[in-house]
């Protein structure tokens, strides 16, 4: 079956960094394009960034454009989500998801447990 698994979350200071990534098993992930999603306290599901299946194409929603830099490791089966100058309107639950727009929306219910970034002096 399909599994994802989210880590690299943690607290850390407005303006610091982090690396979350996500190990994918159970599809053939080279062939798949990939999302990352998350949701805040209180809120629903919001699309951060997908990325297309061999890396070459990528986009971000207006909030982390220039923040944040999707990318994957096709051998490696891992996708990852690097963010730069976090701001406390970023603290969410970071979920991957299998597709890209708008296909992941219909693969949600598969995510894994998530990471959690909070951002906070």
């Known amino acids: 079956q399909v599994q994802l698994v989210e880590s690299g979350g943690g607290l850390v200071q407005p303006g610091g960094s982090l690396r979350l990534s996500c190990v994918v098993s159970g599809l053939s992930f080279k062939n798949s394009p990939m999302t990352w999603v998350r949701q805040s306290p209180g809120k629903g599901l919001d699309w951060v960034s997908s990325i297309g299946a061999s890396g070459a194409t990528m986009a971000y929603a207006d909030s982390v454009k220039g923040r944040f830099t999707i990318s994957r490791d096709n051998a490696q089966n891992t996708l990852f989500l690097r963010m730069n100058n976090l701001k406390p309107e970023d603290t969410a639950i970071y979920y991957c998801?299998?597709?890209?727009?708008?296909?992941?929306?219909?693969?949600?219910?598969?995510r894994g447990q998530g990471t959690q970034v909070t951002v906070s002096s």
């Open positions: 998801v299998k597709g890209g727009r708008p296909s992941y929306y219909s693969n949600l219910s598969l």
